[in-house]
T-cell receptor, first 112, second 108 residues
């Protein structure tokens, strides 16, 4: 079974703090994704990575950056958290050439 | 812009009822996915369709490419089916679009 884990289920941070969200997958997948999910808006792609050290902007990259130094780990960074970044963050991975994305359990981030 | 529209947004059913969730999309697609998200956040993939119909247990998914429409059916619904069901499409440019989800509650 593919396993995608995220470092925290719940996180509370203050405005202006730097926030790291970590995602690890154990199936040697090339592709990894970061989404945020907000009521009424569905899942929106923030960044994705096709392979180690490769990253591409998604639909809403502003205020975020990512890092993929190792194949199994994809980190999402909020350089200076703001209240409008309060959301559910979901990581996913996918094997190259395959359709199915495997999602992590999500991190609920509250920025005060 | 809503490339993927789902209906209904919310659905409450009695245990045992037959349930249908609809998905319409406006882009050319390579594949359509139905996802299930349980309370607490985890998402699992139920089906991937590019044509026709798929069945898994009490779940059936159909797609009509010409009409750009897909349906997810649940037969003999059960309280454990309570979840958010999300329709997602991958277009020919390899981009994913997600619907906003249908929240299903099945009452015993």
């Amino acid at each position: 079974d593919v396993k995608v884990t995220q470092s925290s289920r719940y996180l509370v941070k203050r405005t202006g703090e730097k926030v790291f969200l970590e995602c690890v997958q154990d199936m040697d997948h090339e592709n990894m994704f970061w989404y945020r999910q907000d009521p009424g808006l569905g899942l929106r792609l923030i960044y994705f990575s096709y392979d180690v050290k490769m990253k591409e902007k998604g639909d809403i990259p502003e205020g975020y950056s990512v890092s993929r130094e190792k194949k199994e780990r994809f980190s999402l960074i909020l350089e200076s958290a703001s209240t409008n970044q309060t959301s559910m963050y979901l990581c996913a991975s996918r094997d190259f050439g395959k359709e199915t994305q495997y999602f992590g359990p999500g991190t609920r981030l509250l920025v005060l | 812009k809503n490339e993927v529209e789902q209906s209904p947004q919310n659905l409450t059913a009695q245990e045992g009822e037959f349930i249908t969730i609809n998905c319409s999309y406006s882009v050319g697609i390579s594949a359509l996915h139905w996802l299930q998200q349980h309370p607490g956040g985890g998402i699992v993939s139920l089906f991937m369709l590019s044509s026709g119909k798929k069945k898994h247990g009490r779940l059936i998914a159909t797609i009509n490419i010409q009409e750009k429409h897909s349906s997810l059916h649940i037969t003999a619904s059960h309280p454990r089916d309570s979840a958010v069901y999300i329709c997602a499409v991958r277009n020919t440019g390899n981009q994913f679009y997600f619907g906003t989800g249908t929240s299903l509650t099945v009452i015993p």
